[in-house]
């Protein structure tokens, strides 16, 4: 029997919860004896080369491209998880939120006390660049998301937990002290 | 008439001093109701609705329904359950709580009560309404995003004549809670810290303070909220 497949992705966030992911040391070891790997930063590889049964995602929406990828995820995959605080609720990127956008790009190019180089006073318009969403957007108001993992990061047990029931099909026991929201 | 009370709460047959409200009458027996805008030492309001229990039938507030012979109360009932999630989730989605960021965060009732109940996202649209940090007072800083309107600070934090040196302004949707302009020029040391302890989440902080628990010795970090009231040993007369 073929292996599970997972992806794993990085929208509108810092890498922290990959890097929590990462936390559970050693036990990546075993993690790769229960699954294979398809797109994700982990493994470098960038585009899907088949479907895959669980994508974890990380950061909330921010501009086009991240709906896209995560459009794209959707698509690829069975299960998909919102893993952290930015994929959940925007996070530190929707402090944003209710500013309106104008604003935002003038106080970062424009007017804000460490702008220094921009004396032609251009915002960034080059037509490749990812268009801004006018908010931050949880990622489940923009696709369908099955599970949901708390936490800024969440902590590697709770990741490692999480995957082994959705391998194995057992039913997930948290204890307490490993869900926060922080 | 007798000096106690007999009832049942989800069946367990309880006795109580009378002339108490249910939340403390349940705490007497071992029994967590979870509560939010209720402190103890000051009136309760009945606001947040979390303790909301159902009595003989009917739903009350169990911080306000003084207890009574024969009440049968039932508490950990699903669908109770559920309303005091969804009002927790309400609670959520209506300010901005951005637990990774906020400097109460482990010592939160309302995080806390997300954590007993096991809520690992909110059902409802997040609303990211626009609201302003009040760091104008010299000792304490209003943090409107994250304030739940409990009226907590309004009703514990007097000065000696009794007046209340937080208030509410504005009406409806634009309600906020603020310091008095004059009295809270009075705001001694410790009402400030008291008042920061009053607040429920990280709406009041005194200056400088924040941060000051690390991560793993905080209230909530190992313990559900309500354990220590369940964990109590009972000896039943």
Redesign the interface.
Known sequence: MSKPVVATTSLAGCFGCHMSFLDIDDRILELIELVEFNKSPINDIKKFTKKCDIGLIEGGCCNSENVHVLKDFREHCKILVSLGECAIMGGLPAMRNGIPISECLAEAYLNGPTVSMNEERILPNDPELPILTDKVYPCHEVVKIDYFLPGCPPSADLIWLTLVALITGDELQLPYEVVKFD | MSQFVRFTIDGTECMAARGQYIVDAARENGIYIPTLCNYPGVKPKGSCRICTVRVNGRLMTACTTPIADGMAIENEIHDIVELRKSIVELLFVEG?H?????EK??NCEL?AL??RF?I???RF??Q???RKIDASHPKIIKEQNRCILCKRCIRAIRDEKGRSIFAYRRRSNRVEVVVDPKLGKQLTDELAQKAMDVCPVGSILVKEKGFITP?GSRKY????IGSDIENVQITKI
């Open positions: 901005n951005f637990c990774p960021g906020c965060s482990g995080q997300a954590y096991k690992m996202v909110p649209p997040f990211f309404p626009l991560i970090d190992h313990e559900a």
